[in-house]
C-alpha cells in the first residue's frame, strides 16, 4: 500500500508541571491512571508516549522569556497522542466529557500546574529517508529524545510559506547532520471547546502558531551547539516568523520513578 489508512490527525501535546514535593506521586498517578484512561480507552487515540525535560536539558531551553512556560524550568513532563485523523471533532467531544467525569469521580490530581496544553492539527511531516519511521509510528518506536520547536508567524505570512522554507531550506541541511531528526511534523493549533476545563490556559494568536516535534535517535541534547541551538536564529532570518521556544526532552521510563529527582 502506497497509503495507509492509519493516518495522524489531531495530536494533543500537554506539558505540566507537578508541584514540588509531589513528583513521585504526580509520575505515577499519570502513568498509570490518566496516561491511560484520560486519553488512550478513547475511540480513535492510536499511540501515545511521555517525556521529561530535566534540569540539564531545561538549561538548553531558549528564549529564556517565551509563552510557552513562565520559565525555564516549568513544564517537566510532556504526554503527546495521536489521534486518527478525520475523527477529531467526536474525539474532542469524548476528551472533554471524559475529563469532567474525572474530575467528579476524583480521578484527577490537584497538586500540578498545566503548562501547555493544547490540540494541534497535524499538517505534514517529513523523514530522514524513505525507509525512516513514519509519524504515525514515531512514538511507539520510542525514540531516545525529542525536540520541540515552535514558532509564531509574522503578520501577512501563511504556513504554506512557512512549509515551503522548512522543507525546502531547513529539512535538508539538518537530515544531512549527524544532530538532525529521524522525522519531524508541522502542527498548527486546534481551537479548545468552550467547556474544555478552566485550568487549561489559551493561547493568543492561535492562528500563526506553529509547533514541530523532532524525533531523533541519540540523545536530544548532543551537538546541541552546532544543531538545535541555532534553530531560532535559523528562523527568524529566514524573515517569516518568530522563533518562540525550543527545547529537549527525553523518554520517561514507564513503571519507574527515574528523574523524579532531576528535575530542578
Do not use: C
Amino acid at each position: 500500500m502506497k497509503k495507509y489508512p492509519i493516518e495522524l490527525g489531531t495530536l494533543l501535546f500537554t506539558m505540566v508541571e507537578p508541584n514540588k514535593g509531589h513528583e513521585v506521586e504526580y509520575n505515577r498517578w499519570y502513568e498509570r491512571d490518566h496516561f491511560y484512561g484520560g486519553v488512550l480507552v478513547g475511540a480513535y487515540s492510536f499511540a501515545g508516549d511521555r517525556f521529561v525535560s530535566t534540569r540539564d536539558l531545561k538549561a538548553l531551553r531558549y528564549p529564556t522569556d517565551s509563552p510557552m512556560t513562565p520559565d525555564p524550568m516549568s513544564g517537566s513532563y510532556l504526554a503527546i497522542y495521536w489521534v486518527l485523523k478525520g475523527h477529531h471533532d467526536d474525539w474532542n467531544r469524548w476528551s472533554v466529557d471524559t475529563v469532567k467525569n474525572l474530575h467528579a469521580t476524583g480521578r484527577m490530581f490537584a497538586e500540578r500546574t498545566h503548562i501547555h496544553t493544547q490540540l494541534y492539527d497535524n499538517q505534514w511531516s517529513m523523514t530522514r529517508t524513505e525507509t525512516t519511521t513514519n509519524i504515525e509510528l514515531a512514538l511507539d518506536r520510542g525514540y531516545p529524545g525529542i525536540i520541540v520547536n515552535v514558532g509564531e508567524l509574522n503578520e501577512g505570512v501563511t504556513h504554506a510559506q512557512m512549509s515551503e522554507w522548512m522543507q525546502n531550506n531547513w529539512a535538508p541541511r539538518a537530515f544531512a547532520s549527524s544532530w538532525g531528526p529521524d522525522v519531524f511534523n508541522y502542527s498548527t493549533l486546534l481551537p479548545l471547546l468552550d467547556d474544555a476545563p478552566p485550568d487549561v490556559p489559551r493561547v493568543p494568536k492561535a492562528d500563526q502558531r506553529f509547533m514541530q516535534i523532532h524525533f531523533v535517535d541519540h540523545d536530544p541534547a548532543a551537538e546541541w551547539d552546532n544543531g538545535y541551538a541555532k534553530f531560532g536564529a535559523d528562523l527568524e532570518s529566514s524573515g517569516l516568523a518568530k522563533h518562540l521556544w525550543t527545547s529537549p526532552f527525553k523518554n520517561t521510563v514507564f513503571g519507574t520513578d527515574t528523574y523524579t529527582d532531576e528535575l530542578w
